[in-house]
T-cell receptor, first 113, second 115 residues
Framework: EPEVTQTPSHQVTQMGQEVILRCVPISNHLYFYWYRQILGQKVEFLVSFYNNEISEKSEIFDDQFSVERPDGSNFTLKIRSTKLEDSAMYFC???????????FGPGTRLLVL | AQSVTQLGSHVSVSEGALVLLRCNYSSSVPPYLFWYVQYPNQGLQLLLKYTSAATLVKGINGFEAEFKKSETSFHLTKPSAHMSDAAEYFCAVSDLTGTASKLTFGTGTRLQVTL
């Protein structure tokens, strides 16, 4: 069964450093998402992406964040200058055309020190 | 704006007992509703979804949920809990299909199953 994959599973970084989180969505899906879950809190929407552009972004998704689909398979989330409060689990999800379900990857746990 | 309220951050049941996890939603348009399960140190797995067809929806692992428009609810049930059901359960709402539509999640309910 096709699944969404994410790398790395864990990342530790210093405050102010740039991080890139990678996702490989399900191959025929067209809609892509990033969510995050701060420890002990609910899952929050960050951004949605379709047809090579952002469809919607939340207030969390400020100028420090960017997304890209560089090669038609990977979908990346970049945080330019990480802050302590960026520490969270980041989930990628993908959705097929005409489908309602978002399929989630296993997540990347980011720790900013 | 859409929102989801999950009553009870922690629910504990005995093995074999009924599981009832509550979810109420708020939406200005007909909603699509989802239950996801998160096992420890894992991602989110879809349990079941309501997309305006049958109001009683059956999902994986013996779970089901009933959409009640008059009560704006979508409670998750399972007749007989199993130890393997211990996990965190999230209710989520979406307002569109076939487009890039975000999910709005509730705060989650952690289900504990005891012997």
């Amino acid at each position: 069964e096709p699944e969404v994959t994410q790398t790395p599973s864990h990342q530790v970084t210093q405050m102010g450093q740039e991080v890139i989180l990678r996702c490989v969505p399900i191959s025929n899906h067209l809609y892509f998402y990033w969510y995050r879950q701060i420890l002990g809190q609910k899952v929050e929407f960050l951004v949605s992406f379709y047809n090579n552009e952002i469809s919607e972004k939340s207030e969390i998704f400020d100028d420090q964040f960017s997304v890209e689909r560089p090669d038609g398979s990977n979908f990346t989330l970049k945080i330019r200058s990480t802050k302590l409060e960026d520490s969270a689990m980041y989930f990628c999800a993908s959705q097929g055309l005409g489908g309602e379900t978002q399929y989630f990857g296993p997540g990347t746990r980011l720790l900013v020190l | 704006a859409q929102s989801v309220t999950q009553l009870g951050s922690h629910v504990s049941v005995s093995e074999g007992a009924l599981v009832l996890l509550r979810c109420n939603y708020s939406s200005s348009v007909p909603p699509y509703l989802f239950w996801y399960v998160q096992y420890p140190n894992q991602g989110l797995q879809l349990l079941l979804k309501y997309t305006s067809a049958a109001t009683l929806v059956k999902g994986i692992n013996g779970f089901e949920a009933e959409f009640k428009k008059s009560e704006t609810s979508f409670h998750l049930t399972k007749p007989s809990a199993h130890m393997s059901d211990a996990a965190e359960y999230f209710c989520a709402v979406s307002d569109l299909t076939g487009t890039a539509s975000k999910l709005t999640f509730g705060t989650g309910t952690r289900l504990q199953v005891t012997l």
